[in-house]
């Protein structure tokens, strides 16, 4: 079911008198299931929609929309399709309890996977699912392969009937879809020889498989401790040999390096990372693959347009994993603005010290840590902390937050989003 809930003011949907609670029934005769059919199905100038309202009046639009212009509809948010796997490092498994319930939904939805870029495990798909992938042409998708040998994958996934992935993938990419994958390294089950196999498995699927990550797994004080554990610095860089081996064959044969691993696995490797233009456009920088790099980026790009800095005390508030890579990024940034920036490295106050990601931190251990710095100009919290609802993982949001703290907080994603550029106030 496909209900209206938001139509923008003097809108094509307005006009025909389209309003919050009402049933989107078809497009040209065609039954509506979710989203996706109805952006893909309304995308046309002409078409007829049917609807129902909540009184239950059937009504029938034809619709006529000038190139260009949007209908002004909001859908109601889907029904997330939930994840049939249980996986030992799950992070959802891994989280304490007494928060909001939204955490605790797995999801593994390939809607999702090619509107927002989570990565999905396809263990769900039906024969009506692919033909729709294939129909509405929804590339790319990211992929969580873990392991292409089908019982080790099934071991990890710890379900018995996930499909065979590589014949997965290989049907879809006869459809012309392409994928963004991702193998989350398990010590003891997917390493070695099996990360071997994988890699070239994914390589032999040609152009299909845009990249591949290699991200070591990460655990909570919540995990499965007795189940799972993270790999070694030893176990670390003996993937990244196997990684760096493939680029360079990648980039030989297509340009590019292809396979990437990610800054927490250089990092517990003890290994420097690449240089930026390794990582292209940054395809996966959301999963941790080229971070600091991007950053970096970022403010060199900015550059000639950030404000003078001068004289103002900036504090950057970050996880563990990032705070060893941070003064990189604060080099540039403090050459570009002539600030002084402070590194604030913060410990996980909610999941425990194992988990480093800034985008994990909890509003409290933010507003602890700022309480201790009340001589700052101005204060950054990560912005991918901040949920799409204003609130941290712990429900402090970001507006008490800032009431609270000593200091003036912005949120920020790269640096140049946080002042002002030149000539702006």
Known sequence: ???????????????????????????????????????????????????????????????????????????????????????????????????????????????????????????????????????????????????????????????????????????????????????????????????????????????????????????????????????????????LELVDAVSERARSERGHPWVYGSDDLYLAANAPLPPASDYGDFEQVENGVGSVRFLQTRVRHAHGGLADLSGQLIGVLTGTAMGRLMPQVLDVLTQATGGTFRLIILENGLFGASVTSAGLLPGRTFLHALRDHPDLDVALVPAEAVGDHGAFLDDLTFDELTKQSPVAVRPSYDFADAFPHEGQP
């Open 1 to 239: 079911m496909v209900r209206v809930q938001a139509v923008a003011p003097n809108s094509i949907a307005s006009d025909l008198g389209l309003a919050p609670g009402f049933e989107l029934l078809s497009v040209d005769g065609r039954t509506i299931e979710d989203f996706l059919d109805w952006e893909f199905l309304t995308a046309e100038d002409q078409f007829t929609v049917s609807a129902c309202s909540p009184q239950g009046v059937l009504y029938e639009y034809d619709i006529e929309r000038p190139e260009g212009s949007a209908l002004g509809v909001e859908l109601e948010p889907p029904h997330i399709r939930r994840c049939a796997n249980r996986c030992d490092f799950c992070f959802v498994d891994g989280l304490p309890d007494g928060l909001r319930q939204s955490l605790y939904i797995r999801d593994d939805d390939y809607r999702l996977s090619f509107r927002y870029g989570n990565f999905a495990t396809l263990t769900n798909l039906k024969s009506k699912d692919v033909r729709r992938i294939l129909e509405y042409r929804l590339s790319p998708l990211y992929v969580s392969v873990h392991a292409t040998d089908p019982i080790t994958r099934r071991r990890l996934l710890r379900n018995p009937r996930a499909p065979s992935i590589v014949p997965q993938l290989a049907q879809l990419a006869d459809g012309g879809i392409r994928f963004h994958t991702q193998i989350v390294l398990q010590p003891g089950l997917n390493d070695g020889a099996l990360l071997e196999q994988s890699i070239d498995d994914l390589y032999g699927l040609g152009d299909a498989v845009l990249s591949v990550s290699v991200v070591p797994v990460g655990l909570t004080e919540y995990s499965k401790m007795h189940l799972v554990r993270e790999p070694t610095a030893a176990e670390c860089q003996a993937a």
